[in-house]
């Protein structure tokens, strides 16, 4: 399966052509900062992958548009899908496979009963930077698949105080769509210690669509809007020696629906959303709960390397709508029984990293460690006390080493081993009345794998570099959507080829420009699994998981050019293109759909300092309709956005315009999984004014 010849020539030619944020630090000030993902000192232009770094202003100059850590991500990285606007981020992919998110190196995602609430965690109010290595890897370990987004939470930079405050409304009206946000961060170093603390509160309301209808609340996976959310940080650091120190920090993060409004489904057949209206919602309403720790100790000057040791905690609730769904009712409890699900997963675990430069020879550096993870996971349906998916212990243990070797001149080699041992542990255990009470024998299967890396990085111009990749991904399926179906009596968890881990081989091929006044890069890639992993709905809208052998290629090209200093405008291009054996001839056939695969996107972006005091931005998500082989149709549609923002004396006055030609439509999860409760328009023109001060 090819990549290049499924772009035709035209849009070839327009992702090259049209210039876009490619970050709004160049490769320079990239340079310099500490990509923590990497787990290593290596400058990121000699590592052969594509890395991006979204800085602090750009994280602000797209909160200006819209809280939602997804539609930041996907309004910056190409190859991102676009965002669902719930609280959900199922079928939110990242080349086509599914991202590790983590804050400051903990892991958020919880491959063993995947709820899809892993990108909202923790409120942007609290994020430094955001570090994406694109593609899967082997450096972090289990889940990084379709890559890793490394969330870095805010340090102490001196002592000052931060003020936030925003309102937000849509410019179709409605008290019960106006939102509000204010946030405080603190931060103090005084000899050798460092703190920063803050809070964030929110009030959303209600969205509204480009007709200025009130958009269909998801009362099953979830919502963001009618929903009030908490965030409570803090992180110390304590210097203690020139060459040791210690830090701690704690996020708490909570978001949870008010059940206000109600949905009324829409009709696909002829196009008509699903609105809300109001209304009590029964149960209790969707929630998240996530409290994210983590120790860390270093010190610069061990074996003449340095060390770093993180021990972690996370401890994860996740609360779903209810339902009166067929897979819910047990004559014991009476007729049409009413219940919701809840997953709750606690993660502990270490990760150990030795890096030491020049070792044995010059130019050649080793970076080595292991990793620990303890991953306990059940979802329970929370009104009746039934467990839905058993509790499942994971245990992953992973010795790894890098090495680098630079001293050939213009030349960087990269290679590179991670030993993965998994074992997943379940009692026996008895499924829902709905799958018959199947009896199901528990066990303890385990798995190892070593994954392997290689890569080169050749600087052949003092502004152009390529780099080519091979790299070994690892992650665990959905064990709990698995478990959970079984109907078929006489089964243990010792049977089960769904519970293999998904193993995919993937190649890179990347090259980048940068010169005085305009920066390109682009890169080609291909990622193959025998037993990959599929989601498909049954007649209820829940998902299963099917095993097979799955095929994703792609495209990306993005690019930014400078009118002198005041002045930039830029670009970011993607098309992925993924297909799966759906008849078990060992052959792909069947395109991947939109549950999995992103549609072709351009992104494009103006920013323009007009006074040293005022500066604006225009951006444009574009995204092509496509039709697959497997019915499924996707219209494109294009929606803009516009900030501007002016520094005085008392602050930053921000004002930003989403959608600003109030387009409707709708969006793409929508359209690539129809489905009456869901057929969800996107936002409409929506007016968002913030204030923001340090003092």
């Not at 998801?218 to 908490?230: A, E, K």
């Not at 044995?360 to 998916?389: C, F, I, K, M, P």
Request: hydrophobic content about 35%; glycine content about 10%; proline content about 4%.
């Amino acid at each position: 399966m090819s990549v290049l010849p499924r772009f035709t020539p035209s849009r070839l030619a327009l992702a090259w052509l049209v210039c876009s944020p490619l970050l709004q630090a160049n490769d320079d000030a990239i340079e310099h900062i500490q990509v923590n993902a990497t787990r290593s000192s290596a400058p990121v232009s000699t590592v052969p992958a594509t890395i991006t770094v979204i800085t602090q202003e750009q994280i602000a100059s797209q909160l200006a548009f819209t809280q939602d850590i997804s539609a930041i991500l996907g309004n910056l990285l190409p190859g991102f899908s676009p965002s669902r606007q719930k609280l959900t981020s199922a079928g939110e992919t990242l080349r086509g496979r599914e991202p590790l998110y983590m804050i400051d190196g903990v892991p958020q995602s919880n491959p063993l009963r995947n709820g899809s609430r892993d990108g909202k965690t923790i409120d942007p109010a609290m994020i430094e930077r955001i570090e994406v290595i694109r593609g899967a890897n082997a450096i972090q370990g289990m889940g990084a698949s379709g890559g890793i987004i490394n969330i870095v939470t805010k340090s102490a930079a001196e002592n000052r105080h931060q003020l936030s405050a925003g309102f937000t409304t849509p410019t179709a009206g409605g008290s019960d769509s106006q939102s509000y946000k204010a946030s405080y961060l603190h931060s103090y170093q005084q000899q050798g210690f460092a703190v920063v603390a803050g809070v964030s509160a929110s009030d959303t309301g209600m969205y509204r669509d480009g007709n200025g209808d009130l958009i269909g609340v998801d009362g099953t996976q979830g919502d963001t809007m009618d929903s009030r959310s908490i965030d409570v940080f803090v992180k110390a650091r304590q210097q203690l020696s020139g060459h040791e120190s210690l830090q701690l920090m704690v996020n708490h993060f909570k978001l949870r629906g008010n059940g206000n409004y109600v949905q009324i489904p829409g009709n696909v057949t002829t196009g008509t959303p699903a609105t809300s209206e109001r209304g009590d919602t029964e149960g209790m309403a969707p929630q998240n709960k996530v409290t994210t720790a983590t120790l860390d100790y270093q010190h610069q000057a061990v074996l003449g390397g340095s060390l770093s040791w993180q021990l972690f905690l996370q401890d994860f609730a996740a609360l779903y709508g209810g339902g009166r769904f067929a897979v819910f009712q047990d004559p014991a409890l009476g007729e049409n029984f009413y219940d919701q699900s809840q997953n709750k997963s606690t993660k502990y675990g270490s990760r150990l990293t030795w890096f030491k430069p020049n070792l044995a020879l010059s130019g050649l550096d080793l970076s080595t460690g292991a990793d620990w993870l303890q991953d306990e996971t059940y979802q329970e349906l929370a009104l009746s006390g039934r467990n839905w998916v058993p509790q499942a212990e994971f245990t992953n243990l992973a010795p790894f080493a890098q090495l680098r070797y630079s001293a050939l001149q213009n030349f960087t080699f990269s290679l590179g081993g991670r030993y993965e041992y998994g074992k997943l542990k379940v009692d026996d255990f008895t499924t829902l009345a709905a799958y018959d009470s199947t009896f199901v024998e528990g066990g303890e299967p385990d798995f190892n794998e070593l994954l392997s890396n290689a890569g080169v990085v050749w600087q052949f111009h003092p502004e152009v570099r390529l780099y080519v990749s091979y790299s070994e991904g690892f992650s665990m399926p959905d064990v709990g959507r698995v478990l959970r179906d079984i109907s078929t009596p006489g089964l243990s968890v010792d049977s089960f080829l769904t519970l293999q881990p998904v193993l995919s081989d993937n190649l890179e091929l990347g090259i980048e420009f940068s010169f005085d006044n305009w920066q390109l890069r682009a890169s080609a890639y291909r990622s193959d699994s025998d037993l990959g992993m599929r989601l498909q709905a049954d007649a209820d809208g829940i998902y299963s998981v099917m095993r097979e052998k799955t095929e994703i290629d792609g495209i990306e090209a993005e690019g930014q050019y400078y009118f002198g200093t005041d002045s930039q405008i830029g670009f970011s291009y993607a098309r992925t293109h993924g297909q799966f054996d759906n008849d078990g001839d060992g052959r792909t056939e069947t395109d991947l759909g939109g549950v999995n695969i992103a549609p072709e996107r351009l992104n494009l972006y103006w920013q323009q300092l007009w006074l040293p005091q005022l500066s604006s931005r225009l951006q444009a998500n574009i995204l092509f309709s496509h039709t697959l082989n497997t019915g499924e149709q996707f219209d494109g549609y294009t929606t803009l956005d516009f900030s501007s923002s002016y520094d005085s004396a008392y602050g930053r006055w921000t004002l930003g315009i989403e959608n600003l030609t109030d387009k409707q439509y709708f969006t793409y999860y929508a359209q690539s999984t129809p489905a009456n409760g869901r057929y969800f328009a996107g936002i409409g023109r929506t007016l968002n004014l913030s204030w923001s001060h340090s003092f």
